[in-house]
């Protein structure tokens, strides 16, 4: 069974970090790309983030560009995200997904349970 | 970049009927577009992709068409179960937006 398994979310002060982690298990992982997709509470979904099956091409939302690094790990079979300078507006369900194919530029089609991550002082 | 605009933003219909969806891009995307359903606290799920393909398991009542900068999903006999929002999301280039979302009601 495909599976997608974030951790790594919680209350984090403004201006803080935090890396979230999604754990994929069931498809061959390296030859998938990965994306990050939020939803603010209340919102529509955004996407954030995708990266490659290989790490090579990454991409962002204007909205967080400088802040978010997308990274895997394909020997764990290990998607992240790295979240930087954390503000308000970044309080969000997170999702990450698996893309159809092994460009980042294709239909998600297995979605995680989301994380929550909260920025509030 | 390319913006993702949809409508209406909301619709109720009755049981049965033929319920049709718009999205449109800023730009040319080709038939680099999906489609997801949202239902009430539950995880987006893929529906269409390449602008008109049907994802495995979902039922034929849902068709997608279009190419360029206009798109459209069509339900073609809502059931009650179909009660969602559902947005549209381009993937020819980065950033791969997606549109603000339809709220789908049953009368």
């Known amino acids: 069974e495909v599976q997608l398994l974030e951790s790594g979310g919680g209350l984090v002060q403004p201006g803080g970090s935090l890396r979230l982690s999604c754990t994929a298990s069931?498809?061959?992982?390296?030859?998938?790309?990965m994306t990050w997709v939020r939803q603010a509470p209340g919102k529509g979904l955004e996407w954030v983030s995708g990266?490659?099956?290989?790490?090579?091409?990454?991409f962002y939302a204007d909205s967080v560009k400088g802040r978010f690094t997308i990274s895997r790990d394909n020997s764990e079979n290990t998607l992240f995200l790295e979240i930087n300078s954390l503000r308000a507006d970044d309080t969000a369900v997170y999702y990450c997904?698996?893309?159809?194919?092994?460009?980042?530029?294709?239909?998600?089609?297995?979605w995680g349970q989301g994380i929550t991550v909260t920025v509030s002082s | 970049d390319i913006q993702m605009t949809q409508s209406p933003s909301s619709l109720s219909a009755s049981v049965g009927d033929r319920v049709t969806i718009t999205c449109r891009a800023s730009?040319?995307?080709?038939?680099?577009l999906a489609w997801y359903q949202q239902k009430p606290g539950k995880l987006p799920q893929l529906l269409i992709y390449?602008?008109?393909s049907l994802q495995s398991g979902v039922p034929s009542r849902f068709s997608g068409s279009g190419s360029g900068t206009d798109f459209t999903l069509t339900i073609s006999s809502l059931q009650p179960e179909d009660v969602a929002t559902y947005y549209c999301?381009?993937?020819?280039?980065?950033?791969?937006?997606f549109g603000p979302g339809t709220k789908v009601d049953v009368k």
């Open positions: 997904a698996k893309v159809k194919i092994y460009a980042a530029s294709g239909a998600m089609d297995v």
């Open positions: 069931g498809f061959s992982f390296s030859h998938y790309a």
């Open positions: 990266i490659s099956g290989g790490g090579e091409s990454k």
């Open positions: 730009q040319d995307i080709y038939n680099f």
């Open positions: 390449n602008a008109a």
């Open positions: 999301q381009k993937y020819n280039s980065g950033p791969f937006t």
